[in-house]
């Protein structure tokens, strides 16, 4: 089994649907993360958490919300999708330091809202 | 100015061949760096740590140069597998971590 799992792989969705991204690890990181990646602007934060009782906004956070359920699990739902999120969704974790040992990035989520 | 440049090619070198890139980093007080390799349409992955001393790992090194602000990766004697597109990551504090938008390189027959 991988060490970050995420479901689904690839989804399409219609605008203003609820979507929800699910995300969990193996590794007994603390750290976890939702990023996305859009051609040409590289991977962008949208929210992190450092433990189960801590939830933070990254850089693009607007029309995402999340939930850490344990700590081996972050879900990123979408509350009202829209077109300009389609993109690939990565979750990642890492063990102390935003990546100062290394991220661990999931598979990806490819995402397309129509 | 962007916290992190990365050339984005597409650098296409012949098998065998020496090829490098750079990274340019805008906040001097960045403490860690990183180089990802992703391939297309997958998940990045760690492919090495850069220390301020230089490290090398087979026939790849990665260099800190802290007075001009960049980071480089050396890749000697080129292969096919390594067609891919490697990121630049940098860590200006725990709370934070930026990521190039990469850059690509194809090695070709």
């Known amino acids: 089994d991988a060490d970050v799992t995420q479901t689904p792989r690839n989804r399409i969705t219609k605008t203003g649907k609820r979507i929800m991204l699910e995300c969990s690890q193996t590794?007994?990181?603390?750290?976890m993360y939702w990023y996305r990646q859009d051609p040409g602007l590289g991977l962008r934060l949208i929210y992190y958490?450092?433990?189960?009782?801590?939830?933070n906004k990254g850089e693009i956070s607007d029309g995402y919300s999340v939930s850490r359920q344990a700590q081996a699990k972050f879900s990123l739902s979408l509350e009202s999708a829209i077109p300009n999120q389609t993109a690939l969704y990565f979750c990642?974790?890492?063990?102390?330091?935003?990546?100062?040992?290394?991220?661990?990035f999931g598979s990806g989520t490819r995402l397309t809202v129509v | 100015r962007k916290e992190v440049e990365q050339d984005p090619g597409p650098f296409n070198v012949p098998e065998g061949a020496t090829v490098a890139f750079n990274c340019t980093y805008s906040?001097?007080?960045?403490?860690?760096f990183f180089w990802y390799r992703q391939d297309c349409r997958k998940e990045p992955k760690l492919l090495m740590s850069?220390?301020?001393s230089g490290n090398e790992d087979g026939r790849f090194t990665a260099q800190l140069n802290r007075a001009s602000q960049y980071i480089s990766l050396l890749i000697r004697d080129s292969k096919l597998s390594d067609s891919a597109t490697y990121l630049c990551?940098?860590?200006?504090?725990?709370?934070?971590?930026?990521f190039g938008t990469g850059t690509k390189l194809q090695v070709i027959p």
């Open positions: 990642a974790t890492s063990d102390t330091g935003q990546g100062t040992y290394g991220y661990t």
């Open positions: 590794k007994g990181h603390d750290r």
């Open positions: 958490s450092f433990d189960v009782k801590d939830i």
């Open positions: 906040n001097s007080a960045s403490q860690s």
């Open positions: 850069v220390y301020s």
């Open positions: 990551v940098v860590n200006p504090s725990d709370q934070k971590v930026t």
